[in-house]
Nanobody
Framework: QVHLVESGGGLVQPGGSLRLSCAAS????????MGWYRQVPGNERELVAA???????NYADSVKGRFTISRDNAKMTVYLQMNSLQPEDTGVYYC????????????WGQGTQITVSS
């Protein structure tokens, strides 16, 4: 079993920045990829960014050039640095652990709310 705990959400003005953290624990030996997914009411969760153990990354087109995903394997923590935030970035951000860059794995965090508003 894998346990994920997110932190770093909140309210930010348009153009601002936030950094999310996701600390993982448990049976991580089989996990190859971790990522962030966003969900807004009425929609399914969508990929924001993902990263493999080897450092390969995948980003949604809407966040390329603004968001950066990184990981510290020793700390079993993945980060999402979000710059130039816009109102359309608002949503609940979930950390995910699995095996692929392109689709989520079976393990989810509890989610953290990000609201971009003036």
């Amino acid at each position: 079993q894998v346990h994920l705990v997110e932190s770093g959400g909140g309210l930010v003005q348009p153009g601002g920045s936030l950094r999310l953290s996701c600390a993982a624990s448990g049976s991580m030996l089989s996990i190859n990829a971790m990522g962030w997914y966003r969900q807004v009411p009425g929609n399914e969760r969508e990929l924001v960014a993902a990263i493999t153990n080897g450092g390969s990354t995948n980003y949604a087109d809407s966040v390329k050039g603004r968001f950066t995903i990184s990981r510290d394997n020793a700390k079993m923590t993945v980060y999402l640095q979000m710059n130039s935030l816009q109102p359309e970035d608002t949503g609940v951000y979930y950390c995910n652990a699995g095996w692929y860059l392109m689709r989520p794995g079976p393990y989810w965090g509890q989610g953290t709310q990000i609201t971009v508003s003036s």
